[in-house]
């Protein structure tokens, strides 16, 4: 395969910053120096821009049900190039175990779907719904055998998704002794299911609703009560999109006493707030996402968060339904809720904005500095879930995904330049500064500015080893 040298950018991993050269053979990362050259070697000057590790999100729903015979509307390869031309070469999407089913069935049926169609490389969280003795003798060899070493279990959607606080403790014990770890949607399911038939009982079916019965107080509650049964199983716990100051609050508090308690937030509660809820007619349903967008008091807690390391990574929750019904009518649109905001389905899209917006927003803020950027975006996904050192850095050995992304240029964000299916954005007409120029995976240059260059089917899946325990 040709040597690929990248010429004269400004190297930035999570602890460094320095300019250099780096020369990739056969993917990885061959060597990194000042004035590199190799004969034949296919070059690309990245004078005057930023070399960054290649964004992980480890969070996102390509392709996915979501009740109703709802669907997300990106499949893994409209989902994964959009990806990449955000600068992400590595995803963590979602395998679900349905009722009656086997959490390994429930990867195979992922890995297969996934297989023919990534543009990055991927893996997956397993989605437990059904705890029964079955299932749990199956995570050891899911862990072992087939890398997947975290678990999402829901504490909300009773009757749907929620798994109570018994299978929880159950589940953390077994995947605890062999290196996995749970990660959480925590909110209290019941007492916002009471709030949602209340809202329904009394008239009120409109988006904003979805924020009204779902109060940062209970993903607090929810918040706490885990990580008290994480401490009791003694093993780590993640929780995923953290959007309240409460919820927080809880990680904080245990934090302080070397409780293993971690978690992520998303752009969308960093960049907006509950007021969008707020958008006239059935326009506010492009946020109904779960948990809702919070108030400003959250916003500053979540920039602290980061700040000091009480939220250790930034992923973007992409679950994206369209605003308008699709023709094909397979993908159900965000309409389906048009008369209930218990039935719009629930997500937003984001997979292709994490980077542009972290750096414009964080770095260019002041909030966040470049290498504090490159943790939360590549380093700290990479050694979260089991991928560090072949993924979330810039070092000999490491696989070559990179990132050239040039700090000042100037661009606006919509849904008419992006390269996801769904029809609108969170951002649209925002003005951001810091773009992706190129990106590489695996050494091969699959985005170069408005360009395509890669394929469907190049990402690979990647096994995981220990979840939560590198940081
Ligand atoms: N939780 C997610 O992680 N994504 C979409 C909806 C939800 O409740
Ligand atoms: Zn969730
Ligand atoms: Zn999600």
């Known amino acids: 395969?040709?040597?690929?040298?990248?010429?004269?950018?400004?190297?930035?991993?999570?602890?460094?910053?320095?300019?250099?050269?780096?020369?990739?053979?056969?993917?990885r990362i061959e060597a990194i120096g000042r004035q590199l050259s190799v004969e034949n070697a296919e070059c690309h000057n990245a004078a005057g821009l930023l070399v960054l590790p290649g964004g992980i999100d480890a969070h996102v729903h390509m392709e996915t049900p979501m009740g109703n015979d709802v669907y997300t509307c990106d499949t893994f390869e409209t989902g994964t190039r959009s990806a990449a031309f955000g600068g992400t070469t590595t995803i963590i999407d979602f395998a679900q175990q349905f009722h009656n089913d086997s959490p390994k069935a429930a990867l195979d049926r992922r890995l297969a779907a996934a297989e023919p169609q990534c543009c990055v490389d991927y893996a997956f969280h397993v989605i437990l719904t059904d705890i029964n003795p079955g299932s749990l003798a199956e995570l050891p060899d899911l862990i072992n055998q087939d890398g997947v070493s975290s678990f999402k279990l829901y504490m909300a959607y009773p009757g749907v998704l929620m798994v109570d606080d018994a299978d929880i403790f159950r589940t953390m014990r077994r995947t605890g002794d062999h290196g996995g770890m749970v990660n959480l949607h925590a909110e209290n399911g019941v007492v916002i299911q009471a709030l949602i038939e209340e809202a329904l009982e009394q008239g009120n079916t409109s988006p904003k609703y979805h924020q009204l019965t779902r109060p940062s107080l209970m993903e607090g509650e929810a918040a706490h009560r885990v990580i008290r049964i994480a401490e009791l199983a003694e093993v780590p716990v993640y929780i995923v999109h953290l959007s309240?100051?409460?919820?927080?609050?809880?990680?904080?508090?245990?934090?302080?006493?070397?409780?293993?308690?971690?978690?992520?937030?998303?752009?969308?509660?960093?960049?907006?707030?509950?007021?969008?809820?707020?958008?006239?007619?059935?326009?506010?349903?492009?946020?109904?996402?779960?948990?809702?967008?919070?108030?400003?008091?959250?916003?500053?807690?979540?920039?602290?968060?980061?700040?000091?390391?009480?939220?250790?990574?930034?992923?973007?929750?992409h679950c994206p339904f369209c605003m308008n019904e699709n023709p094909l009518g397979i993908l159900k649109s965000k309409q389906f809720g048009r008369d209930n905001f218990n039935r719009i389905p629930n997500g937003a899209p984001g997979v292709e904005l994490r980077l542009t917006l972290l750096y414009d927003g964080g770095v260019r803020a002041g909030r966040i500095n470049l290498n504090r950027f490159v943790q939360l975006t590549a380093t700290a996904p990479a050694k979260m879930f089991g991928l560090f050192p072949q993924k979330g850095t810039i070092a000999v050995g490491s696989d070559a995904d990179l990132v050239l992304f040039d700090p000042n240029e100037t661009h606006t964000l919509s849904a008419s330049t992006h390269h996801s299916l769904v029809d609108y954005s969170l951002f649209e007409g925002r003005e951001v500064t810091g773009k992706v120029k190129k990106v590489f995976l695996r050494g091969q240059c699959i985005v170069d500015g408005n360009e395509w260059l890669g394929r469907s089917g190049m990402g690979q899946y990647l096994p995981r080893s220990a979840s939560g325990r590198v940081l």
Request: one cysteine or more; glycine letters at 6%; hydrophobic letters at 40%.
């Open 1 to 27: 395969m040709t040597s690929v040298l990248i010429q004269g950018g400004r190297i930035v991993t999570a602890v460094d910053d320095y300019q250099g050269d780096i020369l990739i053979q056969d993917g």
């Open 244 to 317: 309240a100051k409460e919820a927080l609050e809880a990680v904080v508090e245990a934090r302080d006493r070397g409780i293993h308690a971690f978690a992520e937030t998303c752009p969308h509660y960093l960049f907006l707030d509950e007021s969008e809820y707020d958008a006239p007619g059935f326009e506010a349903a492009k946020y109904v996402m779960t948990p809702p967008l919070r108030n400003h008091d959250c916003q500053h807690a979540l920039w602290r968060g980061l700040q000091f390391d009480d939220l250790q990574l930034v992923a973007t929750d």
